[in-house]
């Protein structure tokens, strides 16, 4: 109830701003205290799931993920509050758009880890850029759009725990018949500048990658044969670590832009199963 409760008065602060210097100490002490309480829990799951899959088929990856995103976007959120609050009480031009894309490419990750995204704290971060900007930054001081900086750190925080409690409620399954066995193709963005790279990793939910999976990209598909076609890459594990594996592309073209992905992995029968993925992005 304690934690709602400063929750329901952070989300109301937001929209209320502060007209005194003590006003605007209490909302950020409760958030400072919130954001505590909230990276607590999410260190105490991710140790406890450490420790529990020791003993379980999956592995740790899709949490490493979710762990990974919140802290870039965290560090990001981090310095756009500090800068905000050097401006105090003056007027401050923001990007507001950068943030907000860069909220939507954090919900997307984060819903395509879990099988059942359904019920999760995701709906605070669909956001519409421009919207974001009228409502919170437009012809606001530093001191108001750090208060709203500091509640949006709260709604990245609550997405990631619900992520990782159900990641690993997913996980404490004991059977995983072939059939539930599914490939994920998670982009870091849905979109990539002119003389960027489109970048995603490749993993498997439900069972461990390892360095005999075998992974493909290509540019089309053989729908008949269920193989690619078109121009073939081998995907290969990370030199780091040979369960990790990662694709990174450098579109020649702006516009929209279709990749297939394949894996094949060898089931415990010696049988190979084919996992084909379409991915879409467009490069502005």
Request: proline residues 2%.
């Amino acid at each position: 109830m304690k934690n709602v409760s400063i929750i329901l008065f952070v989300l109301f602060s937001s929209c209320h701003y502060f007209e005194k210097e003590d006003e605007y100490k209490i909302i950020r002490e409760d958030l400072a205290q919130t954001r505590a309480e909230l990276e607590e829990r999410i260190v105490g799951n991710t140790l406890f799931a450490e420790k529990e899959f020791l003993k379980m088929p999956p592995n740790l990856i899709p949490i490493k993920i979710a762990n990974e995103q919140r802290a870039e976007l965290m560090d990001l959120i981090d310095k756009l509050i500090g800068a905000a609050q050097k401006n105090g009480n003056k007027q401050m031009s923001f990007d507001y758009k950068m943030l907000g894309n860069e909220l939507m490419n954090y919900r997307a990750l984060m819903l395509t880890l879990v099988q059942d995204s359904s019920s999760l704290h995701a709906k605070t971060l669909n956001v519409n850029a421009d919207s974001l900007g009228k409502s919170h930054f437009s012809e606001k001081t530093g001191k108001e759009i750090s208060v709203y900086l500091n509640k949006i750190t709260l709604d990245v925080l609550l997405l990631n725990e619900e992520v990782i409690s159900r990641l690993i409620s997913e996980s404490k399954k004991e059977i995983y018949p072939v059939d539930s066995l599914e490939m994920r193709v998670l982009a870091k963005s849905s979109s990539v500048k002119k003389g960027e790279s489109f970048r995603a990793e490749i993993l498997y939910s439900a069972y461990e990658t390892n360095e005999d999976d075998l992974f493909f990209v290509a540019d089309s598909l053989d729908k008949e044969k269920n193989e690619l076609a078109g121009n073939i890459d081998t995907i290969y594990s990370d030199e780091e670590n040979d369960s990790r594996f990662f694709y990174s592309f450098m579109p020649k073209k702006a516009g929209d832009h279709t990749l297939y992905f394949m894996g094949k992995k060898k089931l415990g029968d010696g049988a190979v199963k084919k996992f084909p993925v379409k991915v879409k992005f467009k490069v502005k």
